[in-house]
Nanobody, 126 residues
Framework: QVQLVESGGGLVQPGGSLRLSCAAS????????IAWFRQAPGKEREGVSC???????FNVDSVKGRFTLSRDNAKNTVYLQMNSLKPEDTAVYYC????????????????????WGQGTQVTVSS
């Protein structure tokens, strides 16, 4: 059974950092693309970043230079390092996979992903 579990969210001041984790079970994460999305109150879910099995990464413009993806295959986990956080980064963050192996590129189109975690809350506030 494919399962994704996010952790690492919390309350942080503007300019601070957080590292989110996406731990996978039921499959070997290193063969698949993992994407991160977020949803702020009253807004639609939006894509943030993704990483392929080969390490290709994509970040949307609003987080470029601030968010970095990495993977620890031994722990079957993908990390989203978030630096220089802004109040507008406040949202519930979700990781997802489409279970298509060995993709060359990835995108953060919500409809492509069929397996989702439960989300972790990130609040950026002073």
């Amino acid at each position: 059974q494919v399962q994704l579990v996010e952790s690492g969210g919390g309350l942080v001041q503007p300019g601070g950092s957080l590292r989110l984790s996406c731990a996978a079970s039921g499959f070997t994460l290193d063969s698949y693309t993992i994407a991160w999305f977020r949803q702020a109150p009253g807004k639609e879910r939006e894509g943030v970043s993704c990483i392929t099995s080969d390490g290709y990464t994509f970040n949307v413009d609003s987080v470029k230079g601030r968010f970095t993806l990495s993977r620890d295959n031994a722990k079957n986990t993908v990390y989203l390092q978030m630096n220089s956080l802004k109040p507008e980064d406040t949202a519930v963050y979700y990781c997802a996979t489409d279970m298509t192996p060995f993709q060359v590129f990835c995108t953060v189109v919500t409809g492509r992903y069929g397996y989702w975690g439960q989300g972790t809350q990130v609040t950026v506030s002073s």
